[in-house]
């Protein structure tokens, strides 16, 4: 028998989100984890947005999930359910990163995944991974909202099992998120802000912090406040959009599909739905990245852009505690960063210069 050294004992490797969680978790006793190690990612203290608010704020920072965004933890949950069902392969519709975190996922349990995509809409990134990964792309001439009217087509007639948020399985995975922030900070925040589109991801962090709540984890539940792109507002306007359009790709949708259960969440937080422009987007994802370190996509950076579009319009958050969390990486869509960049009237790196020290110095205004 191996015995740990003393001074490892009391560390713990973080086992991802079934096993961290799994009593909590509403899936059939006994599946078996597949698991990439998922959540357990880290709450970073903002000095920036602390500073200006005059309140606590953290980023959740999911980017640092295994293929880069918040999906990782409802897909564990999906995927381990449809594997120990006996699916063969797996289907989804997505604007991008469910796509690369099911098919890694799906590479990890031996099962065909299928991706449906709209054309021309989906961050180089999120592709390469998808592909890598080893799905079948498919991309369909039209938004997200038909590829997941075919997604759930494909399932119901024929042997694929389809695992996008409308599969609850993926809300239980997701709901961790909310557990993770309560562990953390010992009680809820009093805000919890975060980007929408297909609505899964706000349902599934109130179902966490109900949960937590009931339970008695946490004295209460935050004020829920949902961002979305201002060409791809439904939840603010209260209709569909039928031609969703943002360059935030991941959150061009115009029909979500868990719309209720964030209405839900909305009425029961006391939150609220606002939209912010594109530009807004873009820059709030630079601010953050020069201020905090914390490069996210352009969609991740929609809860940003809301938080400093309330302050400007008067919102205070003094004294209180807010959690915004920012989905996923900014490596997954670097042309649109980049873009945002240039447009901003800012230079790109453009200074070349000879392998000479005084050169450099000269080139870096140092001389
Ligand atoms: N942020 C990112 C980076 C996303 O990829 C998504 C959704 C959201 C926010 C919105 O989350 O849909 O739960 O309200 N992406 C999905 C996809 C639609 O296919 O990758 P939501």
Same mark, same amino acid.
């Given at each position: 028998?191996?015995?740990?050294p003393p001074?490892?004992?009391?560390r713990?490797?973080?086992?991802g989100?079934?096993?961290e969680?799994?009593?909590?978790?509403?899936i059939?006793?006994g599946?078996?984890?597949i698991?990439?190690?998922?959540?357990?990612?880290?709450?970073?203290?903002?000095?920036?947005?602390s500073?200006?608010?005059?309140?606590e704020?953290w980023?959740?920072?999911?980017?640092?999930n295994?293929?880069?965004?918040f999906?990782?933890?409802?897909m564990?949950a999906a995927?381990s359910?449809?594997?120990?069902?006996g699916?063969q392969?797996?289907?989804c519709?997505?604007?991008?990163?469910?796509?690369?975190?099911m098919a890694?996922?799906?590479?990890?349990?031996?099962?065909?995944p299928?991706?449906?995509?709209p054309e021309?809409? $989906?961050?180089? #990134?999120k592709? !390469?991974?998808?592909? =890598?990964?080893? *799905?079948q792309?498919?991309?369909?001439? +039209?938004? /997200?909202?038909?590829?997941?009217?075919?997604a759930?087509g494909?399932?119901w007639?024929?042997?694929?099992?389809l695992?996008?948020?409308?599969?609850?399985v993926?809300?239980?995975?997701?709901?961790?998120?909310?557990?993770?922030?309560?562990d953390f900070l010992g009680?809820a925040?009093?805000?919890?802000?975060?980007?929408?589109?297909?609505?899964?991801?706000?349902?599934?962090?109130w179902?966490?912090f109900?949960?937590?709540?009931q339970?008695?984890l946490a004295?209460?539940?935050?004020?829920?406040?949902?961002?979305?792109?201002?060409?791809?507002?439904p939840?603010?306007t209260?209709?569909?959009?039928?031609?969703?359009?943002t360059?935030?790709?991941? $959150?061009r949708? #115009?029909?979500? !599909?868990s719309?209720? =259960?964030?209405? *839900?969440?909305?009425?029961?937080?006391? +939150?609220? /739905?606002?939209?912010?422009?594109?530009?807004?987007?873009l820059?709030?994802?630079?601010?953050?990245?020069?201020?905090?370190?914390?490069?996210?996509?352009?969609?991740s950076?929609?809860g940003?852009a809301?938080?400093l579009?309330?302050?400007?319009?008067?919102?205070s958050?003094a004294?209180?505690?807010?959690?915004?969390?920012v989905?996923?990486?900014?490596?997954?869509?670097?042309?649109?960063a980049l873009?945002?960049f240039?447009?901003s009237?800012?230079?790109?790196?453009?200074?070349?210069?000879?392998?000479?020290?005084?050169a450099a110095a000269?080139?870096a205004?140092?001389?």
């Amino acid at each position: 028998m191996t015995t740990t050294p003393p001074a490892l004992q009391h560390r713990h490797q973080w086992r991802g989100v079934i096993e961290e969680y799994r009593s909590l978790l509403e899936i059939p006793a006994g599946t078996p984890a597949i698991t990439l190690r998922e959540g357990g990612t880290p709450l970073v203290h903002s000095e920036w947005l602390s500073g200006l608010t005059r309140a606590e704020v953290w980023l959740k920072v999911e980017g640092d999930n295994p293929t880069g965004s918040f999906k990782d933890r409802g897909m564990t949950a999906a995927i381990s359910v449809a594997k120990h069902a006996g699916a063969q392969a797996v289907v989804c519709a997505s604007t991008g990163n469910t796509s690369a975190s099911m098919a890694a996922y799906a590479a990890k349990a031996g099962l065909k995944p299928l991706v449906l995509v709209p054309e021309g809409k $989906i961050a180089a #990134g999120k592709m !390469a991974q998808a592909i =890598l990964h080893g *799905a079948q792309v498919i991309m369909v001439r +039209g938004n /997200f909202d038909d590829c997941l009217m075919l997604a759930k087509g494909l399932a119901w007639e024929y042997p694929v099992a389809l695992v996008n948020s409308v599969n609850p399985v993926r809300l239980e995975g997701q709901k961790t998120a909310a557990f993770e922030i309560v562990d953390f900070l010992g009680d809820a925040p009093d805000y919890h802000l975060l980007p929408v589109g297909n609505a899964g991801n706000i349902s599934a962090y109130w179902l966490g912090f109900s949960q937590y709540a009931q339970l008695g984890l946490a004295t209460k539940t935050p004020i829920m406040r949902g961002f979305q792109a201002e060409g791809a507002a439904p939840l603010v306007t209260g209709e569909p959009f039928p031609d969703p359009e943002t360059r935030a790709t991941a $959150i061009r949708i #115009g029909n979500p !599909a868990s719309w209720k =259960l964030a209405e *839900a969440a909305r009425n029961e937080s006391g +939150g609220s /739905f606002q939209s912010v422009t594109d530009d807004q987007i873009l820059s709030a994802q630079r601010d953050l990245a020069a201020h905090d370190g914390v490069f996210v996509e352009p969609a991740s950076a929609a809860g940003i852009a809301g938080l400093l579009q309330e302050l400007a319009g008067g919102e205070s958050y003094a004294g209180s505690t807010v959690v915004v969390t920012v989905t996923g990486h900014g490596l997954k869509d670097t042309a649109t960063a980049l873009e945002g960049f240039a447009s901003s009237g800012q230079s790109l790196v453009d200074t070349v210069i000879d392998a000479d020290v005084t050169a450099a110095a000269v080139a870096a205004g140092l001389a």
